[in-house]
């Protein structure tokens, strides 16, 4: 057992929600659930419920100024041959104003977060100009 297995956690309730997230049922949209760390428990907790939205733009708009946050993201696009696919992948949100301390925590927890949330693919920003379709088509390619 590593040493974030036993300096994290996530609840069975959190989980689930991770699971619902994983099967929703209209692939055809864009899903975003946000996910922090309470920092007095070292608990992976949401940040809200699973959210629907029209562009990965307006997951920008909503991502906090000073807080990080892991954001899973299913997003629909087609694939060169014309495919509909929807990829699950992890936003780290990393802002400029944000504590050592903190960008410590979660830095420690991002690859058992990554492992506990079953997500292959991470991209990571810290300015929320950066957070565009094109960026994330790129990165998807």
């Known amino acids: 057992m590593g040493s974030e297995a036993r300096m994290f956690s996530i609840s069975a309730e959190t989980t689930g929600l991770i699971d619902r997230f994983r099967l929703r049922l209209k692939k055809t949209n864009l899903y975003v659930l946000l996910l922090k760390i309470n920092k007095n428990t070292q608990e992976v907790v949401p940040d809200g419920d699973i959210e629907q939205l029209e562009s990965i733009e307006e997951l920008a708009d909503e991502l ?12 629909p696009m087609k694939t060169k041959d014309g495919r509909l696919s929807t990829p699950m992948f992890l936003l780290y949100w990393r802002p400029g104003a944000v504590s050592g301390e903190m960008s410590m925590l979660y830095a420690s927890a991002k690859v058992w977060f990554q492992n506990q949330a079953q997500v292959q693919k991470v991209i ?15 990165f998807l390619e």
């Open 124 to 138: 990571e920003f810290n300015e929320q100009d950066e957070i565009t379709t094109d960026a994330i088509m790129k």
């Open 64 to 75: 906090p100024d000073t807080n990080l946050r892991y954001v899973l993201v299913s997003y």
